[in-house]
């Protein structure tokens, strides 16, 4: 079932089922658990989102490193005073996919979503329309299990390994799943849900993964914000009815082939892309000799 | 039609880890777990031999205190994994770290020597990516396993019958093997094996295998806690 979107679409319209209870049935199957205990499970997984997403605006979280950190308190409260042209929901959203990935890079707990160096994007979206919208806690664990459900047909088709597809198949697919499930929680239908994947993916293909002195840090952080960027864009463009004219399976394995394709120092060595300017390098440099 | 993987919904949303990477840190803090099930009881000292992307980027990662931190047992996604290094302090485990080049390995190998006051064990694996991790040496012997099963590790003489009287301890506590793998080293004179099972072996299973005449070494690792 997880092989295409195209088949999640058809199975949701053949059963007429949900495309969060089709996921939560086929774990059921595999895990050989009740339901309300794979409920739970999701659960348990969005109380630790909430945490680290509130963490680093409450006050400002640094990394190990040093190199970066506060950017996530300091947005939070400049959004007190002023007026984002981002407007209210999506700023804030930006705030708290780099809290999460700021507790992440400070060595706090987060749930990988699909990947550590990602796990902003899909809590921050999904949080965020709780607020403004009033979900419940039952209906955003729905959309993870939606996000889940995407996130599956993406490792069959391609990978969300940094080292294996570059960012885009990271924050990429992070905020393809965002997309996806958030449409699916606003009422959207499950071929809006997937096109939204596709129209996100699109845009972020070719998206390299350079990171200063190999850490999950510069510029993740930041990407986390840009992943939650392209999530919004996409659910308004698919709410409207507007699709992708690439079918979304061909994106992902669009996305697939560029990974493939993609240098090897632009996927995770931390040799290429910003990694590898005069200040990435010194960064770097300072870093490792530090250790001793 | 197109081959899918076996999946949890899990793999995707999860795991729950202490950040920031699920390679450099949380697989980390398994391979820490499973250096200390390997000896058997607490450490008092150790030396961590970082090779590669691990020696390289060990600090910025955290790949140090996460190591430490599995070796006193905590799981990947306990918040004192950042503090481990004081925690070391007050359990009494001496540590220490050092920069090695292991050749034509994974990049993200780490060598531990372990004791405590009676034992010692000495342990080498990799992390791949993910929170997957690999051990391939331990005791100086080569094996293969990866935390996703309850292992048990026999080092003995090797003579007929040997897997049988393994298996046969095995079928009378109920235990399913998923995997098993079994090497002559040492001139033949000597049998490895790695018995990877779906339940983990009762206490008085591995004494059952421990009091074969053969069996010179045994260890039962928990499987990995994701």
Redesign the interface.
Known sequence: ????LQELVKESEKTDKSLASM??E??MV??GKAEVD?RL??Q??LE?MKESAQKALDKPVR???GISGGSAHKLWHWLDKNEAITGSVMSRALARALSVNE???????????????S?GI?PATLITLQESHHFSDDEIVDA??V???I??VI???AN??G?MGGCQAETGSAAA?AAGASVALLGGSPRQSMQAVGITLKNMLGLVCDPV?????VPCVKRNAAGVAQAFVAIDLALAGIESIIPPDEVIDAMAHIGKVMDKNLKET?LGGLAATPTGKKLAEN??N??G | MRETKEMSAFDIIGPIMIGPSSSHTAGAVFLGQIARAVLGQKPIRVEINLHGSFAKTAKGHGTDKALIGGLLNLSANNERIKKSFGLAKEEGLNYQFNTVDLGDVHPNSVQFSLWSEDKEAHVMGASLGGGAIEINNVQGRQVKFNGDYATLLIFGKNQPGTTNDVTGALVSNKINIAYMRVERLRHHKEAVMVFETDEPIPERGTKAIRALSWVEWVCQIDKIKR
Do not use: D, H, Y
């Open positions: 079932m997880f092989a295409s996921v939560i086929t774990e595999t895990s794979i499970q999701m348990k997984r630790i990394s190990i490193s507790v992440n890079a400070g060595m706090g707990c987060i749930v990988a979503t699909p990947t550590a160096g796990a899909l993870l299990f996000a889940s459900g996130g599956m490792v069959n088709r969300v390994s080292a799943m002195a190999g850490l999950v840090e931390g870093i490792w530090e250790r």
